[in-house]
C-alpha cells in the first residue's frame, strides 16, 4: 500500500505564487505516473498535471505554461509549482499515484486548501 501526503497550499493574491509537495511512502516501489488532481467546491475532480517515472509531463489546458509538475524519485516526491494564480484555481489539491502492478490500484493524498484571492 502507498501513503501519500500533501503539503504547500494556502492563501495567496491572483497573480501569484504557490509551490505544493506531496511525499509518498509505502509500496513505493510499486508506484508508476503520480499526478496532481483538484476540487472545488462540488462533486467534481479535476486532473491538472501528470508525471511518469521517466519524467513525461502533461497538463490541463487551464493550466498549461503556468504549472509545472516535477518528480525527485530519491525523495519519493513529487511537487507541483503553480505561477500567475487565479481565482479559479482556488480548490482543494490531491495528489494521486497509480500502481504499475496488477492489479492497477489509484492511491490519493488527504488534500491542501489553495485559495486564490481575487
Known amino acids: 500500500q502507498v501513503q501519500l501526503v500533501e503539503s504547500g497550499g494556502g492563501l495567496v493574491q491572483a497573480g501569484g505564487s504557490l509551490r505544493l509537495s506531496c511525499a509518498a511512502s509505502g509500496s513505493i516501489f510499486s508506484i508508476g505516473v503520480m499526478g496532481w488532481y483538484r476540487q472545488a467546491p462540488g462533486p467534481q475532480r479535476e486532473l491538472v498535471a501528470v508525471?511518469?517515472?521517466?519524467?513525461?509531463?502533461n497538463f490541463a489546458n487551464s493550466v498549461k505554461g503556468r504549472f509545472t509538475i516535477s518528480r525527485d524519485n530519491a525523495k519519493n516526491t513529487v511537487y507541483l509549482q503553480m505561477n500567475s494564480l487565479k481565482p479559479e484555481d482556488t480548490a482543494v489539491y490531491y495528489c494521486?499515484?497509480?500502481?504499475?502492478?496488477?492489479?492497477?490500484?489509484?492511491?490519493w493524498g488527504q488534500g491542501t486548501q489553495v485559495t486564490v484571492s481575487s
Open positions: 494521486h499515484a497509480r500502481s504499475i502492478t496488477t492489479p492497477i490500484t489509484n492511491y
Open positions: 508525471i511518469s517515472s521517466g519524467g513525461s509531463t
